[in-house]
Each structure stands twice: as structure tokens, then as C-alpha cells.
């Protein structure tokens, strides 16, 4: 899977000169988009499948700044899935090869009416791709 | 009517070390939510009542910096209704007085399906009410 | 301490109808400002002694959503502090006492040049005032 | 040159299924600064030169709205520069060729003391690349 590349907006870094970790979220939001998408799943295929996986906790530590105008490179990869969770890691680097930040997702499997399924019976097509790169 | 206001967060600030110029745009926002709740229309009542008012244009003009911490009073008034459109406009000042940033925001108002609709006809008490305000 | 009070706004709001998870982190910010402020540390008299605490890391778990015009009450609370390291717990609780997040947050201390200083000896005023509200 | 491309990320948009207003003024960041980077003018160049260019005023021109993955194209062109001012025109446009945005910003010039500068003066480099770009 190819890294994904977000370049550090001015409106993303705050009055420390540095980008404000709350961004860092997003990022993570948009490489695992992304990442779904490489796999074969972008978002208009998962909304028609009626799968949407909402967050359910995460943690982020921070390990050095980036700033404007830095381009970090986000390595995405499954840590674990299971029929009722997933488990998302973030790897960030920056412009010299320096981690800028790791992290972790959990997001569960809702239907379009909001109440949890499990993945692999109501939408196996997905948790099988999902479970060919668990751990790679 | 109260005006509203907002102290300015870190995570509002940027690298220059002020309030980033898009924050006032959800500023904006914040104050008219606030100016509808006290006419008497908080949002709860006008879900109910079916009508939103999408946002279809805006101005701004950056008069002096704001920095975190500080805190902005925020007025706002009915500039002009009609059936149609509606024009609100926000003056906002800082702690010594010093004019911040002067705004309007153009909306239409739309019905619950997106549809537009005309105010006067649709929802003649919010627009009676609006009215009472125009140009005060 | 009084907990924070945050009403969630419009902007924060996604296409899935709820806060986005990633705004949590940045009411985590408010919310400690607040509790700062309530213990005699506003920002410019942190900035004065010349100190910041950067978030090194962050952990988040989301129990039950939010949306637009709820207001969420912050409890803050130290959960340990140490001379180089401090951690922050917050409980975020709905309009009916159902727990919507519980976060924590971990933070060193770096002087106006962004070198890492240990609080007790290099800040000893405010690393009593946080000691003394640990684990309460 | 280049249009810019954005493609819209969840948390961009709100509540209503749409991108949330406030974002459009961040996209013209983007493109703004992708725009002078084409014409020689990265980040590092202009902060080396020392000149800065803060937004003074904006305004903005829903058109019709944009959701979650759609890709926008945003053309940027010089309107206007004079010595101390500086007029930029967007134009967002969809999938479909529909125009999303229409927008405006004015800046000014200032150098690394926040003092305003007139650039045909103190940056005769950039004012003529500006110039040369101005009307098309």
C-alpha cells in the first residue's frame, strides 16, 4: 500500500509555531480514507454497502513538531479485526525520516440505522479484505 | 439582545501568532445561533419547525488581530429581511473596544426536504419576528 | 473546581449528524485552560514564568455521541504530576449524565526557548498548586 | 497555471451532509499558497524575503454545496496588485463542472516586524511576478 502524503496547512499549526495536535486526528482520518479507498473500498461503495465504522477510542503520542509547509508521510496498517472491532495503527514521518507521531484508532461496525453488526457476517466481502493484511 | 462572546482558544490561534482569519467565519455562526435562541428561537424549535437558512454569501474585513485568551463581544443585527433572503451583520470588538472585524452573511431559507421556501409565507412567526429587528 | 461547560456548535458537527470525534481534543484544551485559570494559573501568568506544557501524548475513548446544541459538562482532574511530566484525566458528561468521553492527557514542561525544564525545581509555585490537586 | 484540487474529508462537513461553509475560506489558503509556489514563491522563499501577507478582507459566494469525497478544482487568479495591496480571485468548481465557490481575498503587506511594507518597494521580485499574473 502506498504511504499517504498530507503537506501541513498554515491554518493547521497555532500560535507555537507548530502544527496543533488536534490535527494530528484528522490526519489519521484522512489516511485511513484513503487507505480504504487503495483497498478497493472508497467511500461511495462502503456508504452502498451500508457499513460505516465510527471511531471508538484512539491515542496519539506525539514524538516531534511538524510545521507549515513539512509533508508528512502516513504509513496506515490493521492491527486487528474482529467481527465487532478494528483496530487501526498510524505511523507519521517527517521531511528527514523523524517519527512525528504514532497512533491507534478502534472504530466498531455500525448499519445504516446505527446499530452494531458484525462485520464479518453482514458484510464479509470487506472484513475479508480488511483480515488479508491484519498485521502486515 | 445580549451580544454574545467568545474567548479565543489555542487551537483558534496561528503561526503568526493571532486568531486565524477562517476562525471569525465560526464565530459568525456561533453569535447568530446565540441571536436566534434569544428572539426566542432556539435551534430545537426551528428543526421543528421544518426551515433552515444555509449560508449563501459572506463578507469579512479584518480590522485589528485578536490572540488567545482574549475575549471578543460579538453584536449582531438584522440588517435585512425579506421572503426570500435574510442579512445579518456582526461587529466585533475587542477588550479595549478596538473594532476586530465587521462581517455579514447572506442566507435564503430552505425547508426540511432543501427546498427553498419564502419566510413570510412558510414560517410567518419567525418572520415577524425578524422583522420586528430589521435595521435595529 | 467548577467543571467546563461546552456547547457544541454547528461547525463541529459531521455528515453523520454528531460532534466529529477529533473536536473532542480540542474541548480536552478548553477544558484545561479553564481548570488553569480556576487555579490561579491563567495563560499570561503561565506565559510570564515562562512555562508551556506541550501535550506528549493523548488517549480518548467516545461512549456516546453529542451533537449540535447539547452542552457537555468537563470535569478535570490531575491525575499525576511529576517533576517533568504531568497527566490530565477528563470526563465529559451529556444533558442526562451519560458519560459522552473520557480522555487523558500527558504533558511535559519546556521553558520560552522549547528546552525541557523540570517543574519543581524551575517552577515551583505552580508545580505545589497542581500537587496539591493530584488525584482529586 | 495548475488549478488547485481538495478533495473534501469528513470532517469538513456538518450536520446538513455538506461541507460546512467555514472550510471554503481554509481551501483558499490552500490554493493561495499552492499558486504562489508555482510561480516560484514556496513558503521558505517569501519567509527568507521576510514579507507576509495577511488577509485584510474576503468574501465568499456559495454557490452550490459540495459533500464528503467529492474532488474541488479551485482556479486562483490575481485580480488586482497595486504596492500595498493585493486582490485574489477564486473559483471552485465540482465534478460535474458546476461552480461550487466564488471568492475574493485582499491582503496587505507586511515585513517580519509587522510593519506594513509596500511591495513594489521592499519586494520588487514578487511584486512583478504578481503584476505579470494580474487580470489573466
Known sequence: MRPYKHKIQYYETDKMGITHHSNYIRFMEEARTDFLEQMGWPYDKLEESGVASPVISLECKYKSPSTYADELTIE?????????????????????????????????????????????????????????????
Do not use: W
Open 76 to 136: 496506515v496498517s490493521v492491527e486487528q479485526i474482529k467481527g465487532a472491532r478494528l483496530c487501526i495503527a498510524y505511523k507519521m514521518t517527517g521531511r528527514d525520516g523523524e517519527t512525528v507521531c504514532e497512533a491507534k484508532s478502534e472504530h466498531c461496525f455500525v448499519n445504516s440505522a446505527g446499530r452494531p453488526i458484525r462485520l464479518q457476517r453482514d458484510c464479509p466481502e470487506l472484513y475479508e479484505a480488511l483480515k488479508a493484511l491484519e498485521g502486515k
